[in-house]
């Protein structure tokens, strides 16, 4: 946030943390990407029931455990320590991708580089030349959940939108992303391309539509697109 | 009498070949079998082609072996993490040749070998860089792409208890890729923390049966279990605290003869 | 809260509509969930497709369920039994349609609904007539038929024990079909001898998950267990022997009340 | 045996199920068919330690419970009841055919009907117009083992060779059997054909050869075959 480059609203990550949250019934099943995403538990209703899934073989999945109660054997996708709630299961990796690949997930959230309008997911790689290639679990991430939640910022530090009509950066799926988060609005992916669905703040859809250099629909108003 | 178990890593290890393929399992460190991977450096096989998850943490185990330029090869998901050093080094001098599977793929693929499926359609990957070249086909309106089984000369796998039949639990998140990779694998050597008598693991609860696996080798109770109970008193590496009776932490402080292996 | 438990095998199976594909667990009577049929027989869904190993035994459970001519067609590996009469005269009749799938075909491809896979390649049947008209392809030198995923719209699943959040733990061999068809229903509904509290099954030994499980019900004990433990005194058609407390088999003996169901 | 078409020596089903025994080293792991191979456990030696696999879900099977003990959960792929000794394991379905499918086992033990000289089996069905086909898992046992063993009488109840130069009734499997114990003779599956491993009392090649119909090859002969 170093090179603030829009005159709009922004809300912090914390924030679009807890706006995401929102959006998560209780008794969903969740997978929460590594980084960004991660935040979201801390702002999960306490007292609701989510089922957090971790792809390296819980569900269940707690919150960080307390200093000297860390267990090198319980940690997470991000290799950071967690706990198991009760009610928790442990599952091999080909189970738990199967999972995911099988649809069993409500809700995957994931960071990104770029979204396009038709869905398509890049974060896995900026194709610099020189980089080491590591993937993980993001392109099965991408196509893991009955609904692919991103959530990133919409600009670049040098105030790109990573809202895009084509993405340029390396994809990780094909049209699998349904709902972006950003620090400005939140979109939906529609048949016809990006729909706000919430401008925080001073953001309108003209502002957003000017920030991104998309065309863009309004999620609420009748007749741009079939029912949530 | 079936004795699957074995009085040593080194005996563990015994017979690898050069040029042989060697699973090892884990997930970072959770579940990566420190002992074996020590025990394989010092056997001394060379050529190697490994399939992990990851390229090796810090300066021990997968990562030692790679300092020793005993990998040709290695296949995995994610190598660049913020302590493989080793690996990148390797890769940017081209002395290592990086195959990138997805994760998921790379989890089906080495259960599709184990259970001997063909190859199979997975949706994962389909329209991206790393499903180029690859058999693509729309089934149900959803396109795939054809993945083949991977399989192993070896695997080296860490579980927590075994029987002499070789039937092995895990613990926790450290169970990953133990189960999958022992199926795949023409010998499946295993650590584990203690060997207990036949029949006293609950056949309701047994994760690998013993089908899968040649070889068994206690290596003792991991640091923050005693008697099989849980502790604490370690960082995420797995070393100690500096006060683990009162729970802080130094996550940085490095272990007793626990540096490079060079 | 999250709370899959329903207080009755009626409201477990509300719901089913006619013409829905339907999974049942269970080989032979083993983990088949008895209760659920019978109230899925009560409930009156018809015109359905049923997915199990068998295609009924005797005149209960699943055979009372065609006798009532609510199955149009029948995928199973092993219709034809000593006790297999109700299927075997709707099938001479012609008033019912069996696909028969060998049986590690059928536990892969439900599996494969499950996990997402488009399609595999089976060594299985291949060069017989189960799979004339399949795809067949040759890979490392072996034949391979293509197979396709099973799923359903509901699975009909016998355990053990659940907890209210659908994690499941099995019995010996009545585990069979329970975890795989779990995986691949859009509803999956499982009767229980008894559902525990949250925390009490362990998560390392938690068999179903409850991410694949809609909804449950406690049924009671099966007649050989007391309070969980194996007290025997019954046949392998579980009905109770003459003289259960000395052990005396009188296998032939028919129980009290469990008569046809016409 | 009722109608007994053969001048030769054959050894009873029982002394057949000895001597597939006698061939089954300690350590294997062993998936016996249902009916006449069911046998085979009886005479395995109980000094040894030799880990029986029941398809529907089982490692460690152990022999028929007493009377009063059986537990209908507890049962074989025939819904015989059956006990687990220590050191069983339970898995499912998947897992179970998985593990056959994946080559795991080391000895398969079955019945047939037909056997060919390219090892083809047919053992599931007659083809009878009208019969209620049923398959089970025969299909996933002719190829789930390292050496798939046919137990069977060498003729038909009417003398016709259950060897055969190639299978008339519906096959199991194609080239799958590596060997066949029948009450005259065991067979080997040779690249050349079927070739007598050992007859039984006074049968020889020649007998066996008139008996079958077909040409055999001694086993033991040398430059018949490459070594065991």
Known sequence: MSTDTSPATRITREQLAARVAQDIPEGSYVNLGIGAPTLVADYLPGDQEIILHTENGMLGMGPSPERGQIDPDLINAGKQPVTALPGAAYFHHADSFGMMRGGHLDVCVLGAFQVSQGGDLANWSTGAPGAIPAVGGAMDLAIGAKNVYVMTDLLTKTGESKLVEACTYPLTGVGCVTRVYTDHAVFDITPEGFAVREAFGDNTLELLAELTGLELTDAAAPGTREGE | ?262
């Open chain 2, 1 to 262: 009498m079936i004795d699957k178990t074995v009085g040593s890593v080194e005996e563990a290890v015994a017979g690898i070949r050069d040029g042989a393929t060697i699973m090892i399992g884990g997930f970072g460190r959770a579940g990566q079998p420190v002992e074996l991977i020590d025990a394989l450096i010092a056997q001394g096989a060379s050529d190697l082609t490994i399939i992990n998850n990851n390229a090796g943490n810090g300066d021990v185990g997968l990562a030692a072996l790679l300092a020793k330029k005993r990998v040709r090869k290695i296949l995995c998901s994610f190598p660049r993490q913020h302590d493989s050093w080793v690996f990148d080094g390797l890769y940017r001098a081209g002395e290592i040749e990086l195959e990138l599977v997805p994760q998921g793929n790379l989890a089906e693929r080495i259960r599709a070998a184990g259970a001997g499926i063909g190859a199979f359609f997975s949706p994962t990957g389909v329209g991206t860089q790393l499903a180029e070249g690859k058999e693509i086909r729309v089934i149900d309106g959803r396109l795939y792409a054809l993945e083949y089984p991977i399989k192993a000369d070896v695997a080296l796998v860490s579980a927590y208890r075994a029987d002499r039949w070789g039937n092995l639990v895990y613990r926790e998140t450290a169970r990953n890729f133990g189960p999958i990779m022992a199926s795949a694998a023409t010998t499946t050597i295993v650590q584990v923390d203690e060997i207990v008598p036949l029949g006293s693991l609950d056949p309701e609860s047994v994760v690998t049966p013993g089908i899968f696996v040649d070889r068994v080798v206690a290596v003792g109770h991991r640091s923050w279990l005693d008697d099989g109970s849980f502790v604490g008193g370690v960082d995420i590496e797995g070393r100690p605290l500096a006060d683990a009776s009162t729970g802080s932490a130094t996550g940085n402080r490095s272990a007793t003869g626990e540096g490079t292996d060079q």
